[in-house]
Each structure stands twice: as C-alpha cells, then as structure tokens.
C-alpha cells in the first residue's frame, strides 16, 4: 500500500511559468514533509520542507502548502526555470516510525525554454 | 552544508560476487543512516535504517542476509550485497540525517549492475 501518492509521473510547463506538483498521502500519523528534487544518476537534494502544524512554507521560489484535513500538499515553482528540469519527489515521515522517511514515486518535471 | 559521500559511484560485477558500498557523512556525526534503492522510472525505497554501534532495521521484503548493512562508527555505514544477481542490478543510495532533524543528506548514490 502505497502511503505517499505522487498521482502525476510527469509535468511539463514552459519558463516563466508556475509549476504544481501534486502530492497525496494516507497516513495522518505522518508530521512532517519534505520535497527532494533528484537528476539522472545522482542521489536527491532536499528543496522544501513543511511541519504539520503550519499549512504554508516558502523559500524563494519553492513554496509548499499542507492541507491536512486533505491529506494533500503541493510544490509551486515560480517562476520555473530549465534547470528546474528534474524527478521530484515527495516525502513524509512519522516521528514515532523510527523517523524514516517515505517517498513517493516522483513526477518529472521538464521546464521548457 | 553537511555533506554524505557514497563510494563507488558505479560498480560492475560478475553474478555471484560481493559487493560492498561506502557511505560517510563528512562533516558531520551520523547516528543513523538510511539505505535506499531505486529502480529505473520508480520511487526510492527504503531498504533499512542503520544505527551506529547496533543492528539495522530492514524494511518487509529486504533480505538481511541479503543486503548486510554495518554501521561501526558515527560516520561510516556500509551495505554489502553478498553473492550479487542480475535482480540486484540498481541505484543504491544512502542518507544520513543532519543536525537539522528534519533533513536528510543524500549520497550521490551507487550503480549497480550484475552480469
């Protein structure tokens, strides 16, 4: 059962524009999420991340929102840019699971010049 | 920033061999470590959680015998996968938490391909 749903494999925008990615999950025991963007053969770096008391967090042009009743948050890039061409994936972890960490399958994001 | 180095970056193997990955948090103390892997076009799975000086925790479905995970010292975990098969051909990336709780550091992650 897959507990983080990342409902879109992939998403194209063109630059300059806004980006949403899409993120579900099942387990409302899980309290806090985290956004990783990974390329090709490399291991992901952390981009966002939001603690289940806040509903909104926002670092530069990476803003993630919560909605908790939901069970949904989303990633907006703007405005997007060609390297922010890459998989990105979405994560949440449960505090009382030892603290790891979940991902979802990721959706690739091509920004088009 | 912290920053989680992972050696070999790509290994080639003949089936039945063994294979042993490096994981080091560089500038950092690292009590525990995370083992992922990933297959072509799919998520990363977690594998097993490593913690310094004890066994690791592995994930339903992870062969332990399989997929030996060490952790010895508070900035080195080691995954050797023993007699290594085509199936175990994959992306393994390690991570290890950071000072800041909520974040994890990556390596750069492992190819493995099994002849």
């Known amino acids: 059962d897959q507990q983080v749903k990342q409902n879109s494999p992939s998403l194209s925008v063109q630059e300059g524009r806004i980006s949403i990615l899409n993120c579900d999950y099942t387990n409302s025991m899980f309290d806090y999420f985290l956004w990783y963007k990974k390329y090709p053969a490399e291991g992901p770096t952390f981009l966002i991340s939001?603690?289940?008391?806040?509903d909104k967090n926002e670092d530069g042009r990476f803003t993630v929102f919560l909605n908790k009743s939901a069970k949904h948050l989303s990633l907006h890039i703007v405005p997007s840019q060609p390297g922010d061409s890459a998989v990105y994936f979405c994560a949440a972890r449960e505090a009382a699971s030892y603290d790891k960490v979940i991902f979802g399958p990721g959706t690739s994001l091509s920004v088009i010049p | 920033g912290a920053v989680v180095s992972q050696h070999p970056s790509r290994v080639i193997c003949k089936s039945g061999t063994s294979v042993k990955i490096e994981c080091r948090s560089l500038?950092?103390?690292?009590?525990?470590m995370f083992w992922y892997r990933q297959f072509p076009k799919k998520s990363l799975m977690l594998m097993a959680t490593?913690?310094?000086?004890?066994?690791?925790?592995?994930e339903q479905g992870v062969e332990k015998d399989k997929f030996l995970i060490n952790h010895a010292s508070l900035t080195l975990s080691t995954l050797t996968v023993t007699s290594a098969h085509p199936e175990d051909s994959s992306f393994y990336i390690c991570s290890a938490e950071g000072q800041m709780y909520e974040k994890l550091f990556f390596g750069s992650g492992t190819q493995l391909s099994v002849l």
């Open positions: 500038d950092f103390q690292a009590t525990t």
């Open positions: 490593s913690n310094e000086g004890s066994k690791a925790t592995y």
């Open positions: 939001i603690s289940s008391i806040k």
